[in-house]
């Protein structure tokens, strides 16, 4: 049984968009689920899968800065050190992941030459990006 592209475009589109909920990237991936729905509505009028995938990548482009300029962009700094607990281990100069009010982060440690393993408390500190900035429970107490 051979799937047709518009099929294919909306399976792709819809694992893209709970992909964003599984593995948060900022909107990235949704927009891409969002363009590829976009294609798989398109792919009915224009067969040649070319254009639809240079439509599709041109749509997720756009849809991204679009999405960046319309997300507000606070301070790198955190208020208040917060509290986490990590997923995965941080290594020492690594990234791992925490749990960072209610989403999963990416993270590193304040202190390059420590390693903070998984499932321990930790406060955050700062952010840089997208990564979050934490210190071992136990050092900051």
Not at 29 to 43: P, Q, R, T
Not at 83 to 97: K, N, Q, V, W
Request: hydrophobic share 55%.
């Amino acid at each position: 049984m051979e799937l047709s592209p518009p099929i294919l475009w909306l399976v792709a589109g819809l694992l893209l968009c709970l992909l964003e909920l599984i593995v948060p990237t900022a909107f990235v991936e949704f927009v891409m689920g969002i363009s590829a729905i976009a294609v798989a509505l398109l792919a009915f009028v224009v067969p040649q899968v070319s254009i639809q995938i240079v439509v599709w990548l041109i749509l997720s482009v756009a849809l991204t800065f679009v999405t960046r300029r319309l997300i507000p962009h606070g301070s790198d700094a955190i208020a208040d050190s917060k509290e986490a607990t990590t997923l995965t281990a941080i290594a020492p100069g690594a990234i791992g992941r925490v749990l960072y009010e209610g989403n999963s982060w990416q993270a590193r440690c304040g202190d390059e030459d420590l390693e903070i393993l998984p499932n321990q408390p930790v406060y955050v500190v700062g952010r840089r990006g997208t990564t979050l900035i934490v210190m071992p429970e136990s050092i900051v107490r």
